[in-house]
């Protein structure tokens, strides 16, 4: 079984502040995405990282592939109120896995004025 | 494009009853279609993962005769949750991959089920 771990699991910052919010695994995947979520929604997908190392930028989130494709990152800039939910990293599987996606223990974050 | 619904967004039912959530893909065939669990406050489960016409693959620990999944069409898939019980309640979530488009799944909105 993939297991991918979120640290921290709950983060309760003022607006401004930056944070990172980190996935990690001991298994590698073919690509990993982040999606955040709000309360009584599907999750929305935010990006999705294949090579290793490679970085990705949306606007004030930053998002990193581990070189190994075992871990990733998603570093926020000048959090504000609008970026609270909960966020959640998710990894395809190598082979034989059928495009299933293993979820991560998730990050709930919450901005406040 | 690329939009999946679900329906219905909410349902309580009567502890015993079958409930049917229905979860669309309207502007692409999908070749296969996933169904998830989420607890309150906690992360997505995947139950199961099923291709138009054949049978779904269960994950380990969901019962299969208890969370019926038909995908009968290249758009639709149905969950029925028979005899449905109180520890049932959660947050149904489906989502749709298409071919060409790699490991990316489109997630429906979700069905939030209540069983009393």
């Known amino acids: 079984t993939q297991l991918l771990e979120q640290s921290p699991q709950f983060l309760s910052i003022q607006e401004g502040e930056n944070l990172t919010v980190y996935c990690n695994s001991s298994s590698v995947f073919s690509s990993l995405q982040w999606y955040r979520q709000e309360p009584g929604e599907g999750p929305v997908l935010l990006v999705t990282v294949v090579t290793g190392g490679e970085v990705k930028k949306l606007k004030r989130l930053t998002f990193q592939f581990g070189d190994a494709r075992k871990d990733s990152s998603l570093h926020i800039t000048a959090a504000q109120p609008g970026d609270t939910g909960l966020y959640l990293c998710a990894g395809a599987a190598l082979t034989g896995g059928g495009n299933k996606l293993t979820f991560g223990t998730g990050t709930q974050l919450k901005v406040e004025l | 494009g690329a939009v999946v619904s679900q329906h219905p967004s909410w349902v309580i039912c009567k502890s015993g009853t079958s409930v049917k959530i229905e979860c669309r893909s309207l502007?692409?065939?999908?070749?296969?279609m996933f169904w998830y669990r989420q607890f309150p406050k906690q992360s997505l489960m995947l139950m199961a993962t099923?291709?138009?016409?054949?049978?779904?693959?269960?994950e380990q620990g969901v019962e299969k005769d208890k969370f019926l999944i038909n995908h009968a069409s290249l758009t639709l898939s149905t969950l029925t949750v028979t005899s449905a019980h109180p520890e049932d309640s959660s947050f149904y979530i489906c989502?749709?991959?298409?071919?060409?488009?790699?490991?990316?799944?489109?997630f429906g909105p979700g069905t939030r089920l209540t069983v009393l």
């Open positions: 099923s291709n138009e016409g054949s049978k779904a693959t269960y």
């Open positions: 502007d692409f065939q999908a070749t296969t």
């Open positions: 989502s749709a991959s298409r071919q060409g488009a790699g490991d990316t799944q489109y």
